[in-house]
Structure formats: structure tokens, C-alpha cells
């Protein structure tokens, strides 16, 4: 079996710890480097649940997106939950992996998956990390260039509404659905994605020209003044969402990854929504149309 630090450096080589922002905490945060690692469980987030599911199916290593601590810590005591989520994991004998806005920016990464999942055909970030460089070279020989969001074309255009649908069916499905800003009638043929909270890119978005722009958790202020400035249509899905179709993929590249170079691992996707909201109402008069509003 390859050892923690096998397959840590395989991760790294795929998701460059380089690419996080400054602000982000990716890397190890518990498990012994030399420890053997059999099975690995991919997962969004680092959460009671999913430490559940890796005890159960005895998953070594758990690999996630979100990372589980972003502030300086001077404890792990069992009196708050993530204190409790470590020594689970430690007692348990399961380590655990976070890969975040470098597994974003990282080609093909986050985004990437994304994109692929609604069938779009990539054409480059939405924004660049690194402008002034050319295209970069992924572990796999994907070629592109790093940075968040990618901006991608569907193979014919199609109405927002049709696009929506889309949307709908490709993501795991969730409490909270698909909502839409735009005319539901209106043409989609260029699109772009931001995995995650992406209404900060929302002006890159309109700057660069797309109809669509797919994203998660949108607030009120920015998604309107986008829309008073006649920006693309702008589709809001759950977090937990618009990431999760990186999970197979990421798997994939870790056992190919590693048999390269010897024994290799057997991965699981975790099948836990992680997503919060749990339960979705419709207003009595939202004032949306069947059109607009997917079932």
C-alpha cells in the first residue's frame, strides 16, 4: 500500500498548494505521513457526517474541498465540534487532505469539472492567475491556464430556460434548486462558471461578454446592480453543488497518479449531501414562471 506521503504528494503535484490564496489552510491536517493509506474518501466538506461515512466503509484518508480550519487554532479540545470532528479522526486512525482555491485555480481542477458537467467546451479562466504567463501544464498533459472560474461554450445554443434545465440535471440536487436572473427566453450559448461563492467575479463575468454565468451563493445587492447593468443572465446553485462533480475526476488522477510509481489506493465518492438547507418552501406568490423555474 503507498504511504500517506505517496499519496499527499501526488495530490500536490495535481492541486500545487502554491495556487491557494493567502488567506487559505490546504494541505494535511491530521495522519501520520508514513501511515499506509488503502482506501480514500473524497468529499466537499469536512463534517461529522462525512468522518461518519469514512468509519464506516473504512476509508484511511479522507480528501476534501473546504477545508476545516481557515482561523489560527491553540486547541483541538472535544468541547467544540471541530474539536470533536479531529479526535474522531484521530481515534479513528483516518487522516485528512483539504484541497481549496488551489484545487480551484489547478487545470483541470474544480472549475474544469464544472464546466464539464454542463457540457461546455473550456476556453480559458474566467480569471487569469497568472496573465502574463503562458498556458500552464497539469500533471495529466492538460493544457490551460490556471486561475478561478472558467469561461466555456455550449455545443449550440439554447434558451435560458433550456440552459436552466440543464443546470438542474447535472448537479446533485439539492433543497434549494437552480434559481435564474434573466429573460427565460433569451439565447445561452457562452458561458461562465465559478465553483463555490463567485458573486465577487460577477463585473469579470459581464466584462467578458458571457450570457450565463454560473455560481453559487449570489446576494441580493450584487446579483441586481448586475442585472441594472444589463450583465449576463446569472444562475445560482448550492455551494455544496457546484463542487461536488470535482470529486470523481480528483479521484481518478490520484489512482492513476499513483500507480505510476507502484501500488495504488481504492477511492469512494461520498454520497452525504452536505449541503445546509434541508428543506425549500415556495413563496405562495414567488412571481416566477414554470418556464423560469425548473422542476
Excluded at 446553485?237 to 470535482?246: C, D, G, R
Aim: glycine share 10%; net charge negative.
Amino acid at each position: 500500500m503507498p504511504a500517506l506521503a505517496d499519496v499527499v504528494a501526488v495530490l500536490e503535484r495535481h492541486y500545487p498548494p502554491r495556487l491557494a490564496e493567502s488567506w487559505d489552510a490546504v494541505g494535511l491536517v491530521c495522519g501520520d505521513p508514513g501511515a499506509d493509506v488503502r482506501r480514500v474518501l473524497f468529499a466537499v466538506d469536512p463534517v461529522q457526517s462525512v468522518v461518519d461515512e469514512a468509519l464506516e466503509t473504512g476509508a484511511d484518508l479522507i480528501v476534501t474541498h473546504h477545508p476545516l480550519f481557515l482561523r489560527p487554532v491553540h486547541g483541538v479540545a472535544a468541547t467544540t465540534p471541530k474539536g470533536r470532528l479531529v479526535h474522531r479522526l484521530v481515534t479513528g486512525g483516518v487522516a485528512l487532505y483539504t484541497a481549496h482555491t488551489n484545487a480551484d485555480k489547478a487545470v483541470p481542477g474544480v472549475n474544469d469539472a464544472l464546466a464539464d458537467a454542463l457540457g461546455l467546451g473550456v476556453v480559458g479562466p474566467l480569471a487569469p492567475d497568472r496573465p502574463d504567463h503562458g498556458p500552464d501544464h497539469a500533471a495529466d498533459g492538460a493544457v490551460g491556464l490556471e486561475g478561478l472560474g472558467r469561461i466555456g461554450t455550449l455545443p449550440a445554443p439554447e434558451t435560458l430556460s433550456a440552459f436552466v434545465r440543464r443546470v438542474a440535471r447535472a448537479l446533485p440536487p439539492t433543497a434549494s434548486g437552480v434559481r435564474t436572473s434573466g429573460d427565460p427566453g433569451a439565447t445561452v450559448r457562452t458561458v461562465a462558471v465559478c465553483g463555490g461563492a463567485g458573486d465577487a467575479l460577477l463585473e469579470t463575468a459581464r466584462s467578458a461578454g458571457v450570457d450565463a454565468y454560473v455560481t453559487a451563493d449570489l446576494r441580493h445587492h450584487p446579483s441586481s446592480e448586475s442585472d441594472e447593468a444589463e450583465g449576463p443572465a446569472l444562475v445560482d446553485v448550492a455551494h455544496w453543488a457546484s463542487e461536488w462533480p470535482w470529486l470523481a475526476p480528483a479521484a481518478r488522477r490520484l489512482v492513476a497518479g499513483l500507480s505510476e510509481q507502484g501500488p495504488t489506493v481504492e477511492t469512494h465518492i461520498s454520497d452525504t449531501p452536505t449541503d445546509p438547507w434541508t428543506v425549500h418552501q415556495p413563496s405562495r406568490e414567488s412571481g416566477a414562471t414554470d418556464e423560469g423555474s425548473p422542476s
